[in-house]
Nanobody
């Protein structure tokens, strides 16, 4: 069983930055592919970014490419999402997820474990 705990959400003005963290339990964190997703009120959960187990490969949704950066520190069992140039449309609950095969995947159904989410609100 893997437990994921997100932190770092909050209220920020448009154009500002936030860094989300996701701390994972378990001894094999470096073998997991990790992803960030978000869900706005009344909308489906959507892919934001993903990173391979080694951190050597990443993938981003077009809507955040160039503004968000996913990274990981396997020594700390933590994955990060640096969010810059935030826009009101980025307002959502952000979730991290773990995929035990170490792949980069964009589909919610491929992930095995999910965190509880952290709220990000961007004011205009």
């Amino acid at each position: 069983q893997v437990q994921l705990v997100e932190s770092g959400g909050g209220l920020v003005q448009a154009g500002g930055s936030l860094r989300l963290s996701c701390a994972a339990s378990g001894r094999t964190f470096s073998s997991y592919g990790m992803g960030w997703f978000r869900q706005a009120p009344g909308k489906e959960r959507e892919f934001v970014a993903a990173i391979s187990g080694s951190g050597g490969r990443t993938n981003y949704a077009d809507s955040v490419k160039g503004r968000f950066t996913i990274s990981r520190d396997n020594a700390k069992n933590t994955v990060y999402l640096q969010m810059n140039s935030l826009e009101p449309d980025d307002t959502a609950v952000y979730y991290c997820a773990a995929e035990v095969r170490g792949w980069i995947v964009r589909s919610t159904t491929a992930y095995d474990y999910w965190g509880q989410g952290t709220q990000v609100t961007v004011s205009s």
